[in-house]
């Protein structure tokens, strides 16, 4: 006979101006998993923009130190990296603030893209070494596991969904991770929305629109 775990359930953990904050225990860790839904006061193709280069805003992807692309497919012409290509294989290292550097191997791909015919977009990311694993001097993160949903919600905003459940590895208490984690989830999608609501800004300009 099977064992089957049950699923723990999403708990409330706080409100913020984009939406709420849900966490859900794990049954083998003291790390949770987090998600967080609601709305941008943005349209989708804006966040779509944002989240494909988040990687060079240090609001969205903070104490980055270093970030090498292994392996790409799906690509357009001339492209190497998002957002130009469907799904990449990528090594980062992170270097955080009384922290040991934490760096990994992960794959993140582009699932649902269909912003421009007014549907929705879903960028997923895993750990995964299939075309290189993380090089000796950091503590590799044993889990780091989730993903962006947009979809429109009119003209000028869009609905979202984040989940992110990561296990940065070494002896850092789960505690802290946790609390880490939790202040930190809010302040990521307020830079998404900033970033996006300027590059609709900056469209609108551009066409002339008022």
Not at 39 to 55: S, Y
Not at 79 to 99: F, H, Q
Request: include cysteine; proline fraction near 7%.
């Amino acid at each position: 006979m099977r064992l089957v775990l049950a699923v723990a359930a999403w708990t409330l953990v706080s409100t913020f101006p984009q939406g709420k904050l849900f966490r859900q225990e794990r049954p083998d860790s003291d790390l949770v998993a987090l998600r967080a839904e609601g709305k941008f006061q943005a349209p989708a193709w804006a966040v779509r923009q944002v989240l494909l280069r988040g990687f060079e805003n240090e609001r969205i992807s903070p104490y980055l130190a270093s970030r090498k692309v292994l392996h790409a497919e799906g690509c357009q012409e001339g492209a190497k990296d998002l957002p130009g290509c469907r799904k990449v294989w990528v090594y980062e290292r992170y270097e955080p603030p009384l922290m040991s550097p934490r760096d990994y191997a992960f794959r993140m791909e582009v699932a649902v893209d269909d912003v421009d015919d007014g549907g929705d977009f879903e960028l997923r990311w895993t750990l995964d070494e299939k075309h290189g694993a993380p090089p000796e001097g950091a503590i590799h993160m044993k889990r780091n596991t989730g993903g962006w949903e947009v979809s429109p919600a009119g003209a000028a905003e869009s609905r979202f969904t984040y989940r992110i459940d990561a296990d940065p590895g070494g002896s850092v208490a789960g505690w802290i991770v946790n609390m880490a984690n939790k202040s930190q989830v809010p302040s990521v999608i307020a830079a998404v929305e900033e970033d996006a609501k300027k590059l609709a800004l900056t469209r609108t300009r551009s066409e002339g629109r008022p």
